[in-house]
């Protein structure tokens, strides 16, 4: 018999609870209880239990790039060289720990990695590029896409 997806333990409220924590996890419990006509003892209960499940993974503040100087948004695919277990372990430990590197994904097709970079501007990133991607040893090759608008970013999983 095949396994049941994960999702088939959330009920209906548990989905309106999480739909609500994505567009606002500030949300107070009784607030959230209210928008899912429930008391807030059963609120925070689901939402304990959610946590420990792992369907909330944590809670984050949405920062504006631009305010912040850091909204020249690239999107930069990597090749690595050799590539095997070892390799791809090592730089995605050292991808982690560059705080340049807003989110990293192993990808299919003709490179390995694709990574979402933000940077003040482009003088910035092609500093970034020859001093902190270019010093990488298994760096084979990358390419670089430059976003000129955001058009759609919802931070979240639609459900």
Do not use: W
């Not at 309106?16 to 419990?29: P, Y």
């Not at 003892?41 to 631009?66: N, S, W």
């Not at 070892?86 to 097709?109: D, H, K, L, M, P």
């Amino acid at each position: 018999m095949p396994n049941k997806p994960i999702v088939d333990t959330l009920d209906e409220t548990d989905i309106k609870i999480l739909r609500c924590l994505q567009q606002d996890a500030r949300l107070t419990i009784k607030e959230l209880a209210s928008k899912v006509m429930l008391s807030a003892t059963p609120v925070f209960e689901r939402i304990k239990r959610m946590e420990r499940e792992g369907y909330i993974k944590r809670y984050a503040t949405i920062l504006d790039a631009e305010k912040l100087h850091k909204g020249f948004i690239v999107f930069c695919r990597v090749k690595l060289r050799p590539l095997n277990k070892q390799v791809a372990q090592e730089f995605c430990e050292t991808i982690r720990g560059i705080n340049e590197v807003t989110e990293c994904y192993n990808i299919s097709g003709q490179y390995d990695y694709l990574l979402k970079v933000h940077a003040p501007d482009m003088k910035c990133y092609q500093e970034f590029v020859l001093n902190v991607l270019g010093q990488l040893p298994m760096l084979s090759s990358l390419e670089s896409t430059f976003v000129m608008e955001e058009i759609k970013n919802d931070f979240g999983v639609a459900i």
